[in-house]
């Protein structure tokens, strides 16, 4: 009997780690991929997840078979109280030192009964394509996006109030951020939210006041003293744009399924820096 497989690949605007990491981190694959309680990349690990669809859900069996870190992983993949099993193997390939190939093989499709039409062929093929093209690519892809606002205050007031976020614009993020910081270039900057957890933390690189301030933040709240500064940032800039100053910030880099989120909490934060600049006129 041939070995009916399904082959897809995708190219990805990612290092090899980091979708080797997405891939094997279980707490990286529930947010792109499906609920797994429990994973480790370990041949014989085996691990368990819902899925399909509203009207019928299965519980998906699998096992690992195969590891080589960072270029290869597969799992055999069968459904509760249903013959058949079949195989998913992920394959990487760097292509450049931000770019990296996924192929993914589905095999032995055929084993599963052919009269639920839930295991036909173009669901598998469906599914995979939304899950790699999509969930994990905006996952795994980051991208940056900037909000402009026009306010009508002196420079001076408008950057008094984009270095006070306390109880100001920083109740955009959620129940409020406040930051601790003395704004000097080279100064730690610590984000802390009204429990006072550590929520982000950073430095000033560069400050040239009631122009131009750029921060960027440690990948991990509480970095280690050797930690390297993550991908993310923020650029604020002020120009004189006629009779008003053009408030301009930019953010990035996020991964492409967080934009949503994180526009909507700052264009909520230009929002309020401009009708409190603008109210101390």
Known sequence: MDKKMLVIERIYEAPIEKVWEAITNKDQMKQWYFEISDFKAEVGFEFQFYGGSEEKRYLHRCTIVEVEPLKKIAY??????????????????????NKT?????????????????DFAERNFNEGWNSILGQSLRNFVEMDSFTRSIRISASRKDIWDIVLNPD??????FGDGAFAKTDWREGSAIIWRDTENNIAANGIVEVHQ??????????????????????????????V?????????????????????????MWDKAIR??????EKKE
């Not at 991990?220 to 991908?231: H, N, Q, R, V």
């Not at 744009?241 to 996020?254: A, N, P, R, V």
Request: proline share 7%.
């Open 76 to 97: 055999t993949w069968s459904y509760e109280g249903y013959a058949g099993q079949s195989l998913v193997t992920f394959e990487l390939f760097s292509e450049d030192r």
């Open 101 to 117: 190939r996924l192929k993914l093989t589905h095999s032995d499709l055929n084993t599963f009964p052919p009269d639920n039409p």
């Open 167 to 172: 109880n100001q614009w920083g109740i955009a």
């Open 209 to 238: 006041p009631e122009e131009y301030l750029q921060l960027h933040y440690y990948d991990e709240s509480e970095p280690k003293p050797e930690a390297i500064l993550g991908d993310y940032y923020e650029k604020f800039r002020l």
């Open 240 to 264: 004189r744009d006629e009779d008003e100053y053009l408030l301009s910030i930019e953010i990035g880099k996020i991964a492409k399924s967080d934009i949503p989120l994180f526009e909507e």
């Open 272 to 277: 309020i820096i401009k009708r409190l600049a």
